[in-house]
Nanobody, 119 residues
Framework: QMQLVESGGGLVQPGGSLRLSCTGS?????????MGWYRQAPGKQRELVAT???????NYGDSVKGRFTISRDGATNTVYLQMNDLKPDDTGIYYC????????????WGQGTQVTVSS
């Protein structure tokens, strides 16, 4: 099964930028329909940040549209999340996700990376 490894989280001031990376290794890459990012703030449910398909079709959560950009490198099976104009409400643990084509296969999740936006 594919494993996801994330990097790039940290502490940033409001208005700042961060870039997250997630690389998938192992498994069958062609079995994955899309990859993306979800986040979870303390006391809140996990929510969609952004996803991207193999054809590079993208989908964003309403709260990040216009500020975040998701992209992918097919050669390395890596997805990136460029986060600009960060706000304190963007604080949370960001999880990389790989969603398979088959409804019989479970979603794959990374271990999560902490993003903290604070002055």
């Amino acid at each position: 099964q594919m494993q996801l490894v994330e990097s790039g989280g940290g502490l940033v001031q409001p208005g700042g930028s961060l870039r997250l990376s997630c690389t998938g290794s192992g498994g069958v890459v062609s079995s994955i329909k899309s990859m993306g990012w979800y986040r979870q703030a303390p006391g809140k449910q996990r929510e969609l940040v952004a996803t991207i398909t193999r054809a590079r079709n993208t989908n964003y959560g309403d709260s990040v549209k216009g500020r975040f950009t998701i992209s992918r490198d097919g050669a390395t099976n890596t997805v990136y999340l460029q986060m600009n104009d960060l706000k304190p409400d963007d604080t949370g643990i960001y999880y990389c996700n790989a969603h398979p084509w088959s409804d019989y296969d479970p979603d794959i999740w990374g271990q999560g990376t902490q993003v903290t936006v604070s002055s």
